[in-house]
């Protein structure tokens, strides 16, 4: 590979890193990677444009979620040091992912305006500290549910990578935690190093905040960014259902707009679609649980059990108890 030569813009990018109990190794290793790649030509490792500090309140080794350990380099020192402190975050089922000294040391960082990011569910630590109150978040979309629930008041969605505004950012995790890295040091080293880190971790480009994540809802098949972003806004409020004409606003398009992007890529409408993502989910509550019928209609949008009904005998061929009886109790807990 050609070595590039780059130089950073206002002295090294400098970003401390801390480190949730069951941290993601991932979402840590990637973008610590990427900025290490970033920081000196080819493959060298110098620390020269970038430089970076796992800080803890003690040095004892951090477990992560596979089980690696990985050991604090740095104590807590003055926040303001850093470019941007980054909160991975990992397991949501683990009682204390940080103690109250690092609590503390996060709400003194927000306080001096030294930019936050979570990372994967390192969005959640900073939410519980009070921080992600005016941040759109983002987050994985199989985080998107415990956040809506754990906070209600937030702004959150789960069909961007990453979003950083003013001092907060926050980042879905996975392979989009190298992007939201690779963001950082062209903001602040250049569009060189870059794609020296990009091209030597094998990533063909970097997304940018507006790229959607890669999920695709029963499997449907569609190539346009913007109806991709819409079938994960469907998935994700099955119970509480997005009119139309707000589906095409989160995407900048009219209603008409995106009805016709739906006939062209699905050959149907919008709500059709939106019918059919809700029945499927009416249908595995149906297989997989013993929840009664009215339950399950009320989860899925429905205020009338009788409609659904109906509508999920069209659609399958049979009543939801029809359905239910014809399956082994075996079978439904496997």
Known sequence: MKSVKVEARHGPLKVGFILARSFTLSAFALFADTLRLASDEADKSGRILADWQVVGSTRHLIISSCGVQVAPTSDFIDPKEFHYIVVVGGLLNTDMTIDSQTSDYLKKAAVQKVPLIGVCTGTFILARLGLMKSHQTCVSWLHYH???????????????????????????????????????????????????????????RARSGLDIQPRKPLEIECQDARLKAVLITMENHIEDVVPTVDLA?????????????????????????????????ARQLVLQTEAPLIEIALEVGFDSASHFARLFRKTFGGSPTQLRRAVPKTLKAI
């Open 249 to 281: 606003a989160s995407v900048g398009l009219s209603r008409r707009q995106l009805e016709r992007l739906f006939m062209e890529e699905m050959k149907a409408p919008p709500g059709a679609v939106y019918t059919r993502i809700r029945m499927e989910r």
């Open 146 to 204: 415990a956040y809506r629930e754990q906070f209600p008041g937030h702004s959150v969605r789960s069909d961007r990578l990453f979003n950083l505004d003013r001092n907060l950012g926050s980042c879905a995790g996975g392979s989009s935690a190298a992007d939201m890295a690779a963001f950082l040091v062209r903001r602040h080293i250049s569009r060189d190093a870059e794609r020296n880190a990009l091209e030597v971790l094998q990533i063909e």
